[in-house]
């Protein structure tokens, strides 16, 4: 033992001011309690003090010590007691919740050590306190802190994943398990597996920048398969997290489901899209309404006038005959617009499953006579399993336009081909219409193909509405159509059929 040991032992012992220097500086107060049947407690001064009792009223009074100490505190201490006593361990430690004068609550840590007399019976307690008020305040704060976040976090259906600086999994919470049906097994696997293959490069670059600019959140919506293998969308915030060594060490991930939001804006912009459509539709549709019916009404206004002004019987039957003409014209030109107005307010139509090499068969069947008459050799490469959601009265009038094309405009120097293949494309069924007839000008023509009274052969049958109705019906199918021509070579329509009903 140190002399400076032996000799501070020495003045505790022959001057109380040590001792009380001690206590008074360091505790907020001491315990010395009998345990013999007297069960009589005493406290320090500054017991009292730093519950804000005056010292002199409370000594060992025992309503003093019911107001500072609860029954219930008591009692844990009593368990404590007897417990140390017990194992003969004789000391513990406890926290003990005290009440103050003014009500308030004070947290006391009390190291209790249990004294023994000359029979090496216990009969008396020490029992030496600290103030850990503050230090307890901030831990239940920080409890209910946690506890209050962590049910928002429950609630909001939050995502918190963590993975080291490779992208492995290092945590991951329920919530993500439950609704990705995954367990603990993805721990040190990679992350970047579980999104989709599309997003996998969106995630790449978001995790970059993770690196670039470290403790800054990064947003970004990915897809990954849920537990029912349905793909969800999910919006992510990363953050790069720094080590020790100044280097990012791990991925802060927290997500949440935004599959609702993405499809309502995915179903806004195929609405937009469509109304765009309808829009031009609709303005084209008033052009030829203004030029048609004004070039008509401004021909039978000029017939009329020259019918009143006949000289004679023969020159009034002469306009007669063109006043007649003109009104069989005028007459053609509703029935083209009707049909075209039918077109558009059928959109809606019901769909139903048709196979597609059923359907090509019976149109190339009802067709047979001119093919004959053509010589057109056929090649039919749709397998018998290949069906379109379709609206069967669309379908037709799509392959009976598309085929009939390939009769009126084959090749008038080589023998007449045609082809028709189906394949898978994304979300999509295509029937290609492939000949070698006489092709399209696609330099000029191709932002007029599909237009209304566009025609580009010299056929005087052709009323240049076909191919307009034929992407009216596919796009009124949520589908879309493709033509790909050369002049003398031939002409291959794509006519795109969605799966998505």
Same mark, same amino acid.
């Given at each position: 033992?140190?002399?400076?040991?032996?000799?501070?032992?020495?003045?505790?012992?022959?001057?109380?001011?040590?001792?009380?220097?001690?206590?008074?500086?360091?505790?907020?107060?001491?315990?010395?309690?009998?345990?013999?049947?007297?069960?009589?407690?005493?406290?320090?001064?500054?017991?009292?003090?730093?519950?804000?009792?005056?010292?002199?009223?409370?000594?060992?009074?025992?309503?003093?010590?019911?107001?500072?100490?609860?029954?219930?505190?008591?009692?844990?201490?009593?368990?404590?007691?007897?417990?140390?006593?017990?194992?003969?361990?004789?000391?513990?430690?406890?926290?003990?919740?005290?009440?103050?004068?003014?009500?308030?609550?004070?947290?006391?840590?009390?190291?209790?050590?249990?004294?023994?007399?000359?029979?090496?019976?216990?009969?008396?307690?020490?029992?030496?306190?600290?103030?850990?008020?503050?230090?307890?305040?901030?831990?239940?704060?920080?409890?209910?802190?946690?506890?209050?976040?962590?049910?928002?976090?429950?609630?909001?259906?939050?995502?918190?994943?963590?993975?080291?600086?490779?992208?492995?999994?290092?945590?991951?919470?329920?919530?993500?398990?439950?609704?990705?049906?995954?367990?603990?097994?993805?721990?040190?696997?990679?992350?970047?597996?579980?999104?989709?293959?599309?997003?996998?490069?969106?995630?790449?670059?978001?995790?970059?920048?993770?690196?670039?600019?470290?403790?800054?959140?990064?947003?970004?919506?990915?897809? =990954?398969?849920?537990?029912?293998?349905?793909?969800?969308?999910?919006?992510?915030?990363?953050?790069?997290?720094?080590?020790?060594?100044?280097?990012?060490?791990?991925?802060?991930?927290?997500?949440?489901?935004?599959?609702?939001?993405?499809?309502?804006?995915?179903?806004?912009?195929?609405?937009?899209?469509?109304?765009?459509?309808?829009?031009?539709?609709?303005?084209?549709?008033?052009?030829?309404?203004?030029?048609?019916?004004?070039?008509?009404?401004?021909?039978?206004?000029?017939?009329?006038?020259?019918?009143?002004?006949?000289?004679?019987?023969?020159?009034?039957?002469?306009?007669?005959?063109?006043?007649?003409?003109?009104?069989? =014209?005028?007459?053609?030109?509703?029935i083209n617009l009707n049909e075209i107005v039918t077109v558009n307010n059928m959109g809606l139509q019901p769909k139903e499953m048709r196979g597609l090499r059923q359907e090509v068969s019976r149109t190339l069947e009802a067709m047979n006579v001119l093919i004959h008459e053509s010589q057109l050799t056929v090649t039919l490469n749709i397998p018998e399993e290949v069906t379109v959601q379709v609206v069967p009265a669309?379908?037709?009038?799509?392959?009976?336009?598309?085929?009939?094309?390939?009769?009126?405009?084959?090749?008038?120097?080589?023998?007449?081909?045609?082809?028709?293949?189906?394949?898978?494309?994304?979300?999509?069924?295509?029937?290609?219409?492939?000949?070698?007839?006489?092709?399209?000008?696609?330099?000029?023509?191709?932002?007029?193909?599909?237009?209304?009274?566009?025609?580009?052969?010299?056929?005087?049958?052709?009323?240049?509405?076909?191919?307009?109705?034929?992407?009216?019906?596919?796009?009124?199918?949520?589908?879309?159509?493709?033509?790909?021509?050369?002049?003398?070579?031939?002409?291959?329509? =794509?006519?795109?059929?969605?799966?998505?009903?």
């Amino acid at each position: 033992m140190s002399y400076l040991e032996q000799e501070l032992r020495a003045l505790q012992a022959s001057d109380e001011t040590v001792f009380d220097f001690i206590q008074e500086s360091t505790l907020a107060g001491l315990w010395y309690w009998n345990l013999t049947g007297d069960q009589e407690k005493w406290a320090t001064a500054k017991f009292w003090r730093s519950l804000d009792y005056e010292p002199d009223a409370q000594f060992n009074q025992a309503a003093a010590w019911k107001a500072a100490i609860s029954p219930e505190e008591e009692t844990a201490t009593a368990e404590y007691i007897a417990t140390s006593i017990a194992d003969h361990t004789y000391s513990f430690d406890q926290v003990v919740q005290a009440t103050c004068h003014d009500g308030s609550t004070m947290w006391l840590h009390c190291w209790g050590l249990v004294l023994r007399n000359n029979l090496g019976q216990p009969h008396r307690l020490l029992g030496v306190l600290v103030d850990i008020t503050r230090q307890r305040n901030e831990e239940i704060s920080a409890q209910e802190v946690a506890g209050h976040y962590g049910a928002i976090l429950g609630n909001q259906s939050v995502y918190i994943i963590r993975t080291d600086a490779r992208g492995n999994y290092t945590y991951v919470n329920d919530f993500f398990y439950e609704r990705f049906g995954l367990d603990s097994k993805i721990i040190g696997t990679s992350s970047l597996m579980s999104i989709i293959e599309e997003d996998r490069a969106k995630c790449l670059v978001t995790v970059g920048l993770c690196f670039e600019e470290p403790n800054v959140p990064h947003q970004v919506i990915l897809r =990954k398969p849920y537990h029912d293998n349905a793909v969800k969308s999910n919006h992510w915030e990363f953050k790069g997290i720094v080590g020790s060594n100044g280097e990012v060490v791990e991925i802060q991930c927290v997500g949440y489901d935004v599959t609702l939001l993405v499809d309502n804006l995915e179903r806004s912009k195929q609405l937009l899209a469509l109304t765009n459509q309808q829009n031009a539709r609709l303005q084209n549709f008033a052009y030829i309404i203004s030029h048609n019916i004004r070039s008509h009404s401004a021909n039978l206004t000029a017939l009329v006038k020259f019918l009143q002004n006949a000289t004679d019987e023969a020159q009034a039957t002469m306009f007669l005959e063109m006043l007649k003409t003109s009104t069989d =014209k005028l007459a053609e030109t509703i029935i083209n617009l009707n049909e075209i107005v039918t077109v558009n307010n059928m959109g809606l139509q019901p769909k139903e499953m048709r196979g597609l090499r059923q359907e090509v068969s019976r149109t190339l069947e009802a067709m047979n006579v001119l093919i004959h008459e053509s010589q057109l050799t056929v090649t039919l490469n749709i397998p018998e399993e290949v069906t379109v959601q379709v609206v069967p009265a669309y379908l037709d009038s799509i392959l009976l336009n598309l085929l009939s094309n390939a009769i009126k405009y084959r090749s008038a120097s080589a023998s007449p081909q045609l082809t028709l293949d189906s394949y898978r494309e994304g979300d999509y069924t295509v029937l290609s219409v492939a000949d070698n007839g006489r092709g399209i000008d696609m330099a000029r023509n191709h932002n007029k193909i599909f237009g209304m009274y566009k025609t580009f052969h010299d056929n005087e049958d052709a009323r240049g509405l076909g191919l307009f109705i034929v992407k009216n019906q596919i796009e009124a199918m949520n589908g879309k159509i493709e033509v790909a021509s050369e002049v003398g070579v031939g002409t291959t329509f =794509k006519v795109y059929f969605s799966e998505i009903v």
